[in-house]
């Protein structure tokens, strides 16, 4: 009997250092497919008149990234450019 829960008990250990493997693996391969995303303002500034914030969601066809302006300004979405208030 108590070779049986030792061999329920070390398979039961088995599978969930199988699992927390997997897991580990899983987060690994998200860690390196982050770092392998270019950052797009990272040339000219994305393209951004003053601020280019990576993100996430983007307003400018999903690139990953939105323009800001400087306080006292807007943004034009159409040309990224920012303008006076």
């Known amino acids: 009997m108590q070779s049986l829960k030792l061999f329920v008990f070390l398979c039961f250990h088995l599978k969930k250092k199988d699992l927390v493997q997997k897991q580990m693996d899983v987060a690994l391969k998200e860690i390196l497919l982050l770092t392998a995303v270019d ?4 040339t000219q500034n994305g393209g951004c008149d003053h601020l280019c914030v990576l993100s996430h969601v983007s307003d400018n066809s999903g690139v990953g990234y939105t323009c800001k302006c400087d306080p006292g300004f807007s943004l034009s979405f159409a040309t990224k450019k920012c303008n006076r208030k």
């Open 39 to 42: 950052n797009p303002c990272g």
